[in-house]
């Protein structure tokens, strides 16, 4: 599989990471919230002005937490404000 780009990279393994914990990874397209008691949706859209959360994660239904999709090294100073949104 080619990777575009270094978020896409993280992506494929943030995917694998969330799997393997149990989550159930879906698209924003098809969200069942009820298909596992841990969904996580990728790209999900914020209110307006926000953008997109990269994985917005779900638990009995409920937003519980968000990931967002950085390339490896990058230092979380300066995401915790694109993740408070």
Request: no cysteine; charged share 20%.
């Amino acid at each position: 599989m080619i990777v575009s780009s270094p978020e896409a990279a993280a992506r494929l393994s943030i995917d694998a990471a969330l799997e393997a914990a149990g989550w159930v990874l879906q698209d924003v397209s098809s969200i069942n919230l009820y298909a596992g008691q841990g969904i996580a949706v990728r790209e999900f859209p914020l209110k307006s002005g926000y953008g997109f959360a990269d994985y917005l994660l779900f638990v009995d239904g409920e937003a519980v937490g968000a990931v967002e999709a950085k390339k490896e090294g990058e230092t979380l100073t300066g995401v915790e404000v694109q993740t408070a949104k």
